[in-house]
């Protein structure tokens, strides 16, 4: 009498097989296509930035900051991170005398192995 009783549990009807068989394909999808943009779009960000600020600690110096942040915080625009067009990422030093705004280069980042870490970044 058990058996027949769970056995009766067990079977189901095949409409109710064919709902639970689509609910779990619907699930795969969505959790495909998340895992998927996740992999292809957030999971190289994250890692780029943390290569990039592991080699500016590695060469014992901070990240400067953007000159778009300080601008924010009213603060002087110096000592700070620009793109310059045609040279790309530069620091500026402002002369608070003069007001006459330079540019260098910002240090060559490297990580362990030689590998520079905007590599990560396709």
């Known amino acids: 009498m058990a058996m027949a009783a769970s056995a009766a549990k067990t079977s189901k009807d095949p409409e109710a097989l064919k709902r639970e068989l689509w609910g779990w394909y619907m699930y795969d999808f969505a959790n495909s296509a998340f895992f998927q943009s996740a992999g292809t779009v957030f999971i190289p960000l994250l890692i780029d930035g943390m290569a990039t ?70």
């Not at 590695?58 to 942040?69: E, M, S, V």
């Not at 601008?71 to 990422?89: A, F, H, I, W």
């Open 53 to 122: 600020e592991y080699a500016w600690s590695r060469q014992g110096n901070a990240r400067p900051k953007t000159c778009a942040d300080l601008k924010d915080d009213k603060l002087p625009e110096t000592e700070c991170v620009r793109c310059v067009e045609g040279y790309g990422s530069r620091i500026i030093t402002l002369d608070s005398i003069s007001g006459l705004q330079t540019h260098r280069g910002t240090a060559t980042l490297r990580l362990p192995g030689g590998i520079n870490p905007t590599s990560f970044f396709f």
